[in-house]
């Protein structure tokens, strides 16, 4: 062998195994995390909450206390680190999206899928029609309208899709108390005219098929209630190839993941994802309930809430924690 050739053999080897120690060192760093940093973290961050203002487009999630606010991740480990109001429940609300699109891809394969809705990132609210009128797809499987047709696609009879939806949150969280809010359920369903119009107007050209038991569904999948460490675990799921937290590994899938945290990353945070995603820089969902569901590819979940929003819909005080967090270990993907 020649000496130039070996001395860049030498050259690559040296900055693979540089860079594998330096992912090894940050796990490492991670698995350290206590509830000591997290407290300070929610400490500094939670004023934040003051500047928002909670959802009360659906009557029911207006009477949420706006103090309440809750931090948690699941390390590279699987451990778990919470602080907070740890016990407090809230709905899932947009963050479901995921989950169904798992299920969703998964019982079409990903071409057939994306035939009835498109790849795009959004500069529009997540509850706007875009170009769903004169027949278009959906944009994406993030927003209200994408989101509907997912869901109806994976309903047959009954409550059926969203049973599916709560099986695999009680699946991932390992906690089969997960059940939907029916007093939420009832509100959305009561004053969701626009999402009925958009099912309508997906009936209409023809991307959704059946009754309105399937925009049922997606009311209920939307006031499933968790808390901010079920939502670190559904973060974590993603973000391990599918792997649950314990370990589990009967839906690992690395290419299903990539393809949920491609959709989180482009329009997880609807209309604010470009800015996130320059700030923050990582897979993450948002709700209307004032969660976040974040996932640190190959590394951890992030679970975080607040109710009080930014005009996107997105937790204020939600949103800075992750920022300190992801600025503190240096955990944007960019
Ligand atoms: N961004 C959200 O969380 C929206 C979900 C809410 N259930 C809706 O359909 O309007």
């Known amino acids: 062998?020649?000496?130039?050739?070996?001395?860049?053999?030498?050259?690559?080897?040296?900055?693979?195994?540089?860079?594998?120690?330096?992912?090894?060192?940050?796990?490492?760093?991670?698995?350290?995390?206590?509830s000591k940093n997290l407290e300070s973290i929610l400490n500094n961050n939670k004023?934040?909450?003051?500047?928002?203002?909670?959802?009360?487009?659906?009557?029911?999630?207006?009477?949420?206390?706006?103090?309440?606010?809750?931090?948690?991740?699941?390390?590279?480990?699987?451990?778990?680190?919470?602080?907070?109001?740890?016990?407090?429940?809230?709905?899932?609300?947009?963050?479901?999206?995921?989950?169904?699109?798992?299920?969703?891809?998964?019982?079409?394969?990903?071409?057939?899928f994306f035939k009835r809705l498109g790849y795009y990132g959004t500069d529009k609210p997540f509850n706007h029609f875009a170009n769903l009128d004169n027949g278009g797809k959906p944009l994406n499987p993030m927003m209200n309208a994408g989101a509907i047709l997912t869901t109806a696609m994976i309903s047959n009879e009954g409550e059926d899709g969203y049973l599916r939806i709560r099986d695999m949150v009680r699946y991932i969280t390992?906690?089969?108390?997960?059940?939907?809010?029916?007093a939420v359920y009832q509100s959305e369903r009561e004053t969701?005219?626009?999402?009925?119009?958009?099912?309508?107007?997906?009936?209409?050209s023809e991307l959704i098929t059946g009754e309105e038991n399937k925009l049922d569904n997606y009311f209920k999948q939307c006031s499933i209630e968790v808390t901010a460490e079920d939502l670190a675990k559904i973060g974590y799921f993603f973000a391990n190839d599918c792997v649950r937290f314990d370990g589990d590994a009967t839906y690992k899938n690395a290419d299903l993941a990539q393809l949920v945290e491609s959709q989180m990353l482009i329009a997880?945070?609807?209309?604010?994802?470009?800015?996130?995603?320059?700030?923050?820089?990582?897979?993450?969902?948002?709700?209307?309930?004032?969660?976040?569901?974040v996932a640190v590819p190959n590394k951890m979940g992030i679970g975080v809430y607040s109710a009080p929003l930014d005009?996107?819909?997105?937790?204020?005080?939600?949103?800075?924690?992750?920022?300190?967090?992801?600025?503190?270990?240096?955990?944007?993907?960019?």
């Open 311 to 334: 005009a996107a819909g997105n937790s204020v005080a939600g949103y800075h924690m992750i920022l300190e967090l992801v600025k503190q270990y240096d955990l944007s993907i960019f």
């Open 174 to 182: 390992k906690n089969n108390s997960i059940d939907y809010n029916h």
């Open 268 to 293: 997880g945070m609807y209309d604010a994802s470009g800015v996130y995603a320059r700030n923050v820089g990582l897979p993450s969902k948002s709700g209307v309930g004032g969660g976040i569901a």
């Open 47 to 112: 004023h934040w909450a003051d500047s928002g203002a909670v959802a009360t487009y659906i009557p029911e999630l207006a009477k949420v206390n706006p103090n309440k606010i809750a931090f948690s991740v699941v390390k590279p480990n699987g451990d778990v680190v919470n602080v907070g109001n740890i016990d407090q429940k809230f709905t899932m609300q947009s963050i479901s999206k995921i989950v169904a699109l798992f299920i969703a891809v998964k019982q079409y394969g990903e071409n057939d």
């Open 1 to 34: 062998m020649n000496i130039n050739l070996s001395s860049k053999i030498a050259v690559v080897a040296l900055f693979a195994v540089t860079s594998l120690s330096t992912v090894q060192n940050s796990v490492k760093e991670l698995n350290k995390i206590t």
């Open 192 to 204: 969701g005219h626009r999402n009925r119009g958009m099912f309508h107007i997906l009936k209409n």
